[in-house]
């Protein structure tokens, strides 16, 4: 596999999906919709209650299953909602609520951002039976952070 990575000429390389960016203001803007859209978007700044937000956006869960090296995961879905499950070791230690908050936002920004991207990774691969589409919407399925 290493062999084969450096063998890629970067400078020609074109990868089979084009890479989705964002502009600065869609990246501002998104997340504002998404809270408006589901009720959450404070008058004045200040707080969101990110735990309910992430339960009206998808299927959110705390895990006790999660290595200790990974705080919380993303799983994409074609039908319904995503999944998104957060260690439930981080809501022992209330000096770590901060952190706590932060990686349910973090992985409400994958559903917020990529969920449409690997649908339409997918939809595109089964349009054009192209079975390495098909692996690399399956790797998008599974994004942790």
């Known amino acids: 596999m290493f ?3 450096n063998e890629i000429n ?3 390389y074109e990868p089979r999906l084009k890479r989705v960016f964002f502009p600065e ?3 501002i803007k998104r997340p504002a919709q998404l809270l408006q859209k589901h009720g959450f978007l ?6 969101v209650d990110i735990e309910r937000f992430a339960e009206e956006i998808c299927d959110f869960s ?3 299953t999660l290595p200790e090296d990974l705080d ?5 879905s074609l039908i319904g909602l ?4 957060v260690a439930d070791r981080l809501t022992q230690d209330c000096a770590a609520r901060p952190y706590l908050h932060f990686t349910i936002a973090h992985e409400c920004g994958h559903v917020a951002f990529h969920n449409e991207c690997f649908r339409l990774a997918y939809q595109e691969a089964q349009k054009n039976q192209q079975p390495y589409l098909l692996a690399d919407s399956f790797a998008c399925r ?3 952070h």
Request: charged share 20%; hydrophobic share 30%; net charge negative.
């Open 3 to 5: 062999n084969e990575l």
């Open 10 to 12: 970067l400078d020609t």
């Open 25 to 27: 203001q869609e990246l």
């Open 42 to 47: 404070p008058k004045e700044p200040g707080p």
């Open 62 to 64: 705390y895990s006790t």
């Open 72 to 76: 919380g995961v993303t799983r994409f």
């Open 82 to 85: 995503p999944a998104v499950a």
């Open 142 to 144: 599974n994004i942790s």
